[in-house]
Nanobody
Framework: QVHLVESGGGLVQPGGSLRLSCAAS????????IEWYRQVPGEQRELVAS???????DYADSVKGRFTISRDNAGNTVYLQMKSLKPEDTTVYYC??????????????WGQGTQVTVST
């Protein structure tokens, strides 16, 4: 089993910065993509950012220019650097790992979630 451990959430003022971390451990055969999601109560889950095995990144329009996703290949850790935070960024952020194994198929793993609150 793959286990994801998240950290870095907290309370920041508007315009502040925060860095989320997602550390993966366990039996990982092939990582296809790592993603950060967020979900505000009453709204649909939103894909915030993603990074592929070969380093290709993608961002939601709402966070482009403010959020940066990066991957530490050696440490199996993915980061989400958030700057210029806005109150609308307030929600729970989840790390999602998508893997492939030929004898099993696709694997989907979620972190426990970390709360980000942007408020005065």
């Amino acid at each position: 089993q793959v286990h994801l451990v998240e950290s870095g959430g907290g309370l920041v003022q508007p315009g502040g910065s925060l860095r989320l971390s997602c550390a993966a451990s366990g039996t990982i055969y092939h990582v296809n993509i790592i993603e950060w999601y967020r979900q505000v109560p009453g709204e649909q889950r939103e894909l915030v950012a993603s990074i592929t095995q070969n380093g290709i990144t993608d961002y939601a329009d709402s966070v482009k220019g403010r959020f940066t996703i990066s991957r530490d290949n050696a440490g199996n850790t993915v980061y989400l650097q958030m700057k210029s935070l806005k109150p609308e960024d307030t929600t729970v952020y989840y790390c999602h790992l998508k893997t492939w194994r030929s004898d099993v198929g696709w694997g989907y793993y979620w972190g426990q979630g970390t709360q980000v609150t942007v408020s005065t």
